[in-house]
């Protein structure tokens, strides 16, 4: 066991076995680290990461947060564990195709479709070192596209990485979007006309900023549906990548 100075246990929640327990007559029920996890991905989903404490997961699953911690024993564990369960839904075959491109397209698809479901799961994939079972799958099904291109592991876990890149920070400004829709209640195309509209087009207006007011007034991209857009953003790096597999 590895242990800080406050002798919390430091070894990965991943190395150590679950405890399990039995209810019976006069015992409290038991429970398992799914149960804990799940409750805290649902109050997640609906109120945000930071509402998912020991505290507030116990109060839903009616026991005492002290109990909970025979079964995850840190709120680090906890977090660990919320981002695992989420990568799950990412649904890859058991092997990559041989065609990288389309391979490396479905792993950033259903990476995003993940994330937006769960709207704190970029900000914690993104904020805390953390290698579950269902990340590594993830991750070795990106490597495994791109394994057999003549490319070196380095230049494998380099282009891996810059796909995961893309996808976490396109997703971080889409959900950024989506939240504030929310805290103004208003739509899309009202927050752009009412909100934030006047705005821009002072800043257009003054002359200052030439190439963002050509941005706005004659880029196609920029006015593409979310997934439209995510896709062209995607297709660019996949053509990065590209270059250097056919390079001699």
Not at 15 to 24: D, F
């Amino acid at each position: 066991m590895y242990a800080n100075r406050g002798g919390e246990d430091l070894t990965s929640i991943w190395m150590r076995p679950e405890r399990l327990e039995r209810s019976g007559p006069g015992r409290r029920p038991g429970y398992s680290r799914e149960q804990i996890t799940r409750a805290a991905v649902r109050i997640a989903d609906a109120e945000g990461a930071e509402a998912a404490t020991m505290r507030r997961i116990a109060s839903d699953l009616g026991t005492g947060a002290m109990s909970l911690y025979r079964y995850v024993p840190s709120h680090d564990d906890l977090l660990d564990l919320m981002i695992d369960m989420a990568m799950t839904e990412v649904d890859l075959p058991a092997r990559a195709s041989g065609d990288w491109r389309r391979d490396l397209t479905l792993v950033a698809r259903e990476t995003r479709a993940t994330a937006l479901r769960h709207p704190w799961l970029t900000a914690l994939l993104t904020g805390r070192p953390t290698l579950g079972p269902q990340l590594l799958r993830v991750h070795e099904f990106a490597l495994g596209a791109l394994d057999g291109l003549g490319l070196g592991i380095d230049e494998m876990t380099g282009f891996a990485g810059m796909l995961d890149d893309y996808v976490h920070s396109a997703v971080r400004r889409e959900i950024g979007w989506l939240a504030e829709v929310r805290r103004t209640g208003l739509d899309p195309e009202q927050w752009k006309r009412d909100h934030i509209g006047p705005y821009v087009r002072q800043v257009v207006e003054s002359g200052a900023y030439p190439l963002f007011a050509r941005s706005l007034l004659e880029s196609t991209t920029a006015h593409l549906p979310p997934e439209e857009r995510f896709q062209h953003g995607l297709d660019r790096v996949l053509d990065g990548i590209g270059l250097q597999i056919t390079a001699p």
